[in-house]
């Protein structure tokens, strides 16, 4: 049977490596998505009227593909994965919603 890229990358000495960080990844998963949160700001408190400057299908596309991923995480059980990706589709889906109360249905 053919082995998997992923199977050699876990036997690999990078494979090793990266596991000894799991822990630095789930944080890094954790503060990432967190870069959204200027743009909420800006969209929710500071700059509601330049909402119609946002793209509501690019946010859509994020929010569906960030779910995708999140699922994706929970089926393999990678705990960087689906944390980093349910927090930034939280975050997404807020960013979806205040464009869609501040500018109604834009492209």
Do not use: C, D
Request: proline share 3%.
């Amino acid at each position: 049977m053919t082995e998997t890229l992923a199977e050699k990358l876990e036997k690999s000495n990078f494979g090793h490596w990266m596991a000894r960080f799991e822990g630095f990844m789930v944080f890094i998963g954790v503060v990432g998505p967190f870069a959204t949160l200027p743009q909420l700001m800006k969209l929710y408190f500071t700059h509601s009227q330049h909402a119609s400057g946002q793209s509501l299908l690019s946010w859509s596309l994020y929010a569906v593909l960030s779910m995708l991923w999140f699922f994706y995480g929970l089926v393999v059980g990678k705990l960087p994965i689906y944390v980093g990706n349910g927090i930034s589709m939280v975050l997404n889906i807020l960013m979806v919603i205040g464009i869609l109360i501040h500018a109604g249905i834009t492209f």
